[in-house]
Structure formats: C-alpha cells, structure tokens
C-alpha cells in the first residue's frame, strides 16, 4: 500500500510524504527515536560524569585539610579532655562544666562530642578568672 503525497504527523514528527510505504514511516519514526534516545543517554553520562568529578575534587580538598589541620594538631599543640583538665586543674566536672557555660573557658575543639582545651585557652582561663 502506498499512501498519497501530502503531510503526515507521528509522534511529535512532521512527515513529507511522497508516495511513501507506511513501513518506511515507521521505520523512520524508530530511527528518529533511537537517535533521540542515545543523544540523551549521551547528556545523561556527561552529567553524571560531571557530578563524579565535582564529588571527587571535594573529597580530595577535605582530605588535605584534615590532613593539614592534623599535621597542625601533632607539631605543637597539646590538647587536653574535660578529665585531663579537672585533674589538672583539681576541679570537679561539674564547676568546669559550669565555669564553661558562664564563658570562663572555651574548649578549642571538638573531637565527635568530646570538648578539647589547648594550653593557650588554659592560660586564658586561670589569667582572667577570679573568685
């Protein structure tokens, strides 16, 4: 069967038929489809290609500043726990938990959830605070 000359819309395509099979419309529409497809899947692949590459670059920079802030730590900071610092300091918890809450002492820096005092931060405390 072949179909008459004119205009012939599928699937969102414009057709100029010249005495055209209906199988070579089909044919044609598949071929439209696939290329559609695979220029997708080409878009889709850069972009997650693209994203990797950002993800990779972030955790190489977060490894060298830990690294950094490590190296940091081990040269010549000594660092002291809440237990450490009582028994330094022969304080009981509660007033360096208290002492800590009214502003007296600041811890340098966490460890998970565990508060760490330098010497420097010490020094401040037992200079500025007074009975």
Do not use: W
């Not at 690294?67 to 022969?90: A, D």
């Amino acid at each position: 069967m072949v179909i008459p000359m004119g205009f012939l819309f599928v699937g969102g395509i414009t057709f100029f038929l010249s005495k055209i099979s209906p199988e070579a419309i089909v044919r044609k529409s598949r071929i439209l489809r696939h290329q559609k497809k695979r220029k997708m899947d080409e878009l889709i692949n850069n972009i997650a290609k693209t994203i990797a590459d950002q993800i990779v670059n972030r955790v190489l920079e977060r490894v060298e500043q830990s690294s950094q802030s490590i190296n940091v730590n081990n040269i010549g900071m000594k660092l002291y726990t809440t237990k450490q610092l009582c028994e330094m300091l022969h304080i009981s918890k509660a007033k360096l938990y208290r002492h800590r809450e009214q502003g007296y002492l600041r811890p340098t820096k966490y460890v998970g959830r565990t508060p760490l005092y330098d010497q420097a931060a010490i020094d401040a405390y037992l200079n500025n605070f007074s009975y």
